[in-house]
């Protein structure tokens, strides 16, 4: 039987940092199986000493991986053992950056999450924004917004419109095109006046499929023709118009997300 | 004057990894200015060359430092010249990992957020859960929730919850203490049956009184007594109900949410 590694991602804060690091490099081993647990704000040695008995508890048939983005020597110390593989995702960098930078690292954890009110401010008034434009509602508002997705019904223009909300800060409606839309290839005056930021989300019509047959099955909405009818339909409109199309059908979120802003020139209202 | 230095991030696919890690690392050096600019989706050696070429003709002033997450050595290679600080973020630990695992790495862009279709429909469903149940609406659901975050109006729920459900895939419901819940320290029965997974946000009396200032000028709701009163009433109920506080003042929206997830002792429904 296939061996699981265990791996595990400490942090003297959230360990996002870590687990999103292992996790891509992890991905690169498709052939082994690994089951990932966090440790997040390990500040004491109390609390490194708790993480490394759990970590040792649970390995007993194989050598753990430990990634670190801990800053403080002494709490790393304690799992860089030889029981444990243990990486340390930060030290050789800061080394470098000291080298380059001329100047001291603080060691300090979790600055680059510190609380920043205007960042906080721009974040939540995106969330707030995006939230309150979701689904074609409140058009009036559209000359305020940093981004405008377009796309048929269920095609996932909501949770790339949170996403952009709530990880770049740009406040994002989105709008549903229905059938009058399509047939006419018209568009509201309100997309249409501020079309350099406006994207529309398309995705294969078997993905529409699945997803309006979860919603509504059997309903000729859902039906395979008329989610590649309407996808047709949507291409043309965005053509006639000059809307960007971006497929997010074997995309994640995150790709979907950073291709749109990509693709329309656009920069994150926020980077952290 | 104090200089500036360009600093780039380069990959295969999104740059969220590169830009967050370097981020984390250039925020220990805080005595610095640092300008980041993102360059995702590298593919091909034109995107390289045309990248290095935006990167060089911004850093006459000073030497830029890049970050890469792109796995391609013929790609890297292009950036790593003496006119640029080269940091390849993952090389090192994939050699590491390809000895201690005894085996190869792919090294092909994008294999963490390749698409998941459980992971895909987790997100979308906790996005649309915690949009549905903002704010203390549809609290007929909150057995449903995996967790359920309550506090004093303008506390900062709401991007905690869509936090949660974006990242971590976790249904959020919030519920706000309405007057009636503080004075007469009740709470409703949805949220009382699902204790083991409810937990309350507070902030400082400060915070709030802004907030509430923002959006309702010199009214009695933002007054900064309100505001102290209403967070020691929340307090004590939720010390009644047995219900842990998290204070989000001085906090990132990730940190609040991990430190959530930390103390409810839950494991977020996807990590990825």
Redesign the interface.
């Known amino acids: 039987m296939e061996k699981t590694?265990n791996v595990y991602y400490i942090s003297g804060?959230?360990?996002?940092?870590a687990?999103?690091?292992g996790?891509?490099?992890?991905?690169?081993?498709?052939?082994?199986t690994f089951h990932?647990e966090?440790f997040?704000?390990i500040r004491t040695e109390e609390d490194a000493r708790a993480a490394r008995r759990r970590i040792l508890t649970q390995s007993l048939d194989s050598r753990p991986?430990v990634f670190s983005?801990v800053?403080v020597r002494k709490l790393n110390d304690i799992f860089n053992t030889p029981e444990i593989?243990f990486?340390n995702?930060?030290e050789?960098?800061?080394l470098?950056?000291e080298y380059?930078?001329e100047?001291r690292?603080?060691?300090?954890p979790?600055?680059?999450?510190?609380?920043?009110d205007m960042i906080?401010a721009k974040?939540?008034n995106a969330?707030?924004f995006s939230?309150a434009h979701?689904d074609g509602t409140n058009l009036k508002d559209y000359d305020e917004a940093d981004l405008i997705l377009i796309g048929v019904s269920r095609s996932?223009k909501?949770?790339v419109s949170?996403?952009l909300?709530?990880?770049m800060g740009m406040k994002t409606a989105n709008y549903p095109l229905v059938e009058e839309d399509l047939q006419r290839r018209r568009l509201p005056p309100e997309v249409i006046r501020n079309r350099g930021r406006v994207a529309a989300i398309s995705t294969s019509a078997r993905m529409l499929h699945v997803f309006r047959e979860n919603r509504y099955k059997g309903s000729r909405y859902a039906r395979l023709a008329t989610c590649a009818e309407e996808l047709e339909q949507a291409r043309e409109l965005c053509q006639l118009h000059k809307i960007p199309v971006i497929i997010s059908?074997?995309?994640?979120?995150?790709?979907t997300a950073?291709?749109i802003v990509?693709e329309l020139g656009l920069k994150a209202a926020i980077?952290?």
Do not use: W
């Not at 804060?13 to 940092?17: A, K, P, W, Y």
């Not at 891509?24 to 498709?30: D, M, Y």
């Open positions: 590694i804060n959230t360990g996002i940092l687990r999103n690091l996790k891509a490099l992890l991905a690169q081993f498709p052939g082994i990932g966090s997040p704000f991986i983005t800053f593989h990486l995702v930060c050789g960098f800061l470098r950056l380059l930078l100047a690292a603080l060691r300090l979790g600055s680059s999450r510190q609380h920043d906080m974040r939540v969330i707030q939230i979701d996932g909501t949770p949170i996403y909300a709530t990880q059908s074997g995309r994640s979120i995150e790709e950073t291709q990509h980077t952290f």
